[in-house]
Structures are given as C-alpha cells and as structure tokens.
C-alpha cells in the first residue's frame, strides 16, 4: 500500500511558476513510475507528466513541453512537477500517480496503481 500526499499549489498569475510535490509513504518508492494528472471542472482526466522508476526517464503532454519539468527524489520518498510559464488553462486540480513498475509512457489513469487527493492550481490572466 502507497499513500501519496500532494502539496505546493496555490494562485499564480500567468507566465508565473509552482512547483508541485508528491510525498510517498512506504519502502519501495524507487519502483514505482510516478505521474502527474490534472482535472479541470467537468473535464476527464489529463496526463500531465511522468518519470520512470528505473533511470530517470521523462516524458510529457504536448501541452506542458517544454514548460513543466518531472522530477524525483528517492531518497526523500518526493516527486516534483515544476511548472513554468503558467497559462489560465493549466488552472486544475493536479494529482500525482504511483504506478509499480510502470511505462514512463503511461498517459492513462487506469494504468496506475495509487493515487493522492490533488492540490488546486489556480492560474489567472
């Protein structure tokens, strides 16, 4: 069992920054891929980013490229999401996903094993 505890969103005004963090409880954090997802209000879930759990491989929406940048911390138990040159539509609840030995190119939810319950991202124009 993995519990995920999201925190570090908040307001930030367009082209402004977040980073996002991502706390795991448990001993095995290392072989877990982990993602980060987004839910706007009335909209599906969206994959956002990931990292895999073996090197530190990456991989990302077209929408956040070059933007927002995945990264973790095994010793710490953390994953990061440093978003950059926030837009109104990056306004979200962002939830992080642990995935036991998952694909980093995992972009559905079902494909995850464990999830956290979201941080708000609220990005104005």
């Known amino acids: 069992q993995v519990q995920l505890v999201e925190s570090g969103g908040g307001l930030a005004q367009a082209g402004g920054s977040l980073r996002l963090s991502c706390v795991a409880s448990?001993?095995?954090?290392?072989?877990?891929?982990m993602g980060w997802f987004r839910q706007a209000p009335g909209k599906e879930r969206e994959f956002v980013a990931a990292i895999s759990w073996s090197v530190d491989i990456t991989y990302y929406s077209d929408s956040v490229k070059g933007r927002f940048t995945i990264s973790r911390d095994n010793a710490k138990n953390t994953v990061y999401l440093q978003m950059n040159s926030l837009k109104p539509e990056d306004t979200a609840v962002y939830l992080c996903?642990?995935?036991?030995?998952?694909?980093?190119?995992?972009?559905?939810?079902?494909?995850?094993?464990?999830w956290g319950q979201g941080t708000q991202v609220t990005v104005s124009s």
């Open positions: 448990g001993r095995t954090f290392s072989r877990y891929a």
């Open positions: 996903a642990a995935g036991w030995k998952g694909r980093v190119q995992a972009v559905l939810p079902h494909e995850y094993d464990y």
